[in-house]
């Protein structure tokens, strides 16, 4: 029989409320996921829930597949009063699937751990200091598009699992290779792999389209404001910029990552 909880007091909806901002998910090590097409897909991609919360009205509105996948997660299954699940939901999400994980393990060491068996990793997305978390989700749902085989953040200012970056993922943020460390780590691992590592510039830069981006391949992108610092410069980095003839000199991080992904892609053929 599924438990109902009718009181904002209630010690799973405190703790699930405070995952709301960073620093619970810190101190939690958990992760808060909203909405049934991204609870779904985290399940699918091996995710396992602890706790899913709805309101009974919406568990028997919810597709005999989508029920079907809430059971076979075997996370605890809670129904809440409606006043209790706009209190859990973020933002404008209140009448969806609520759940919480443990967060998903995303250290450079777990990398071969999230990669399939035997799978080689030859094309990779390094973000530098991203700080939006709807660019974040944006560029992870490109990436999945494009079939990139792993996606970096180095010296991250948001979190892969920030409620706005799942949502803006659309859900694939859980089924893609993730890494989060410092750029130092993270160039070390690029040069010991043999990786080209083609870094978006705005000077003294090539022409992107001239590149070669069939082989072992890095594409690297900064700040939204700043862009690149001065680490990604040097002879071991291949400056690159994509052909502006407006009065604008830049795009937006999401766009031109999605951009250079894609022309990778039709380079090799995919």
Not at 84 to 92: D, I, P
Not at 93 to 116: F, N
Not at 136 to 159: E, H, Y
Not at 205 to 221: I, N, P, Q
Request: hydrophobic fraction near 40%.
């Amino acid at each position: 029989m599924i438990e109902k909880i009718t009181s904002l007091q209630n010690q799973r909806i405190k703790k699930a409320i405070r995952l709301h901002s960073s620093r619970g998910r810190q101190i939690q090590n958990r992760i808060i996921v909203f909405g049934n097409r991204e609870v779904s897909r985290a399940i699918e991609a091996g995710i396992r829930f602890e706790e899913i919360f709805c309101t009974e009205t919406l568990w028997h509105d919810l597709a005999p597949a989508e029920q079907s996948c809430v059971s076979k997660s075997q996370a605890k299954v809670f129904f809440v009063v409606p006043e209790v699940l706009e209190k859990l939901a973020y933002g404008s999400r209140t009448s969806t699937l609520i759940g919480t994980a443990e967060r998903p393990k995303t250290s450079l060491d777990t990398l071969s751990e999230q990669l399939a068996p035997k799978e080689e990793i030859s094309l990779v997305l390094v973000l530098q200091s991203i700080e939006k978390p709807g660019n974040l989700g944006a560029i992870l749902r490109s990436a999945d598009a494009c079939g990139i085989d792993a996606v970096f953040c180095a010296d991250s200012l948001t979190d892969f699992f920030h409620p706005n970056a799942i949502r803006s993922s659309t859900g694939v943020v859980f089924k893609m290779p993730l890494v989060s460390g410092d750029t130092p780590e993270i160039q070390e691992w690029l040069a010991k792999q043999e990786f080209g590592v083609f870094t978006a510039m705005l000077e003294n830069a090539s022409c992107f389209y001239e590149t070669d981006l069939t082989g072992r391949v890095a594409l690297v992108l900064g700040n939204e404001a700043n862009g690149l610092e001065e680490n990604w410069r040097g002879r071991d980095y291949s400056p690159v910029k994509l052909p502006m003839r407006g009065q604008a000199d830049s795009l937006n991080v999401s766009v031109t990552a999605s951009v250079m992904m894609y022309e990778a892609m039709r380079q090799r053929g995919q």
